[in-house]
């Protein structure tokens, strides 16, 4: 793992040059990416779930400081492929890698070796330098600590990974100077009150696919695709917002609905208030099951989903 110094802004005080930079997160699914995403940028702008595998394309968070701005991109994380989805979700993080000045890598506290090979992999190929961040500390106890940020250290062959936890916020002001220090300094990329780069449409859509993540078990909540027909703001009414749910298969439209489309309808609830949070005003929302025969293989529905 490469390791760069802090580097101070050689031409003026630091006032007039601040740290400006991009920081991918990497690490294994699960191990609280979207979750530290959202702590630094005081919102929930990445889809968060117990599931594995929630944040399937690179999200981009901008934090802006008095002394620097910093650029989150939030990864799908180090996975194996086994549906085209997964490659193309395996190239966003090659990407954010290439396009990052820092990647924080994550470990998971409750398990901390998770196919490392794939992690050694990942970091004996990293072309930018690699800062490792333990996070779920709340998980461990305290004096089990030391000894286990020690061993991950000499099994990944790395300095030793920055303890925090993004679910409680320990730690996270000593990470953030820590990465700040890392970071080259220049003009700011983005106006200060920039949080955001995609539009509304795309994170109302990640808010319908956390819900329904929710709702759906086993290997279903990795068969659907959430797609925005219409958006619409409307002076005097409810925003209203036509979605539609892509299935991969036949027998996957009846599990969605549920019996007497009972599911359905409760995803279709939890949709709205999730949405009116979202958007901060009140929203009507229109959900439809549809089957795309197996689009989590099909490069031509994988590019009109946006996954390409
Ligand atoms: N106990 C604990 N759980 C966490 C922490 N950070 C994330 N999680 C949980 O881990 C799960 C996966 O988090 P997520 O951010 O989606 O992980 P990602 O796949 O790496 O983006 C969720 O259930 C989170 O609530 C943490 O610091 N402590
Ligand atoms: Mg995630």
Partial sequence: ??????????????????????????????????????????????????????????????????????????TPGLLEASYKLHETMAHQIDQAARQADLVLLLFDAARPKDRSALVKHFLEHARVPVLAVLNKIDLVQPTQLDGLQKSIADEFGIASPIPVSALRGDGLGKLLSHLEAQLPCGPKLYPDDMVAEQPERFFAAERIREVAFEHLEDELPYAINIHIEEFRQRPGHKTYIRAIIYVGRESQKGIVIGKKGMRLRSIGRKARAALEELLDEPVYVELWVKVRPDWRDKERDLREFGYL
């Fill in 1 to 74: 793992m490469r390791s760069k110094q802090p580097t101070s802004c050689p031409l003026a005080s630091a006032s007039e040059q601040p740290r400006v930079g991009y920081v991918a997160l990497a690490g294994r699914p699960n191990a609280g990416k979207s979750t530290l995403f959202n702590a630094f940028l005081g919102q929930r702008l990445s889809i968060v779930t117990a599931k594995p595998q929630t944040t399937r394309s690179r999200i981009l968070g901008i934090l802006t400081r008095p002394q620097s701005q910093i650029i989150f991109l939030d």
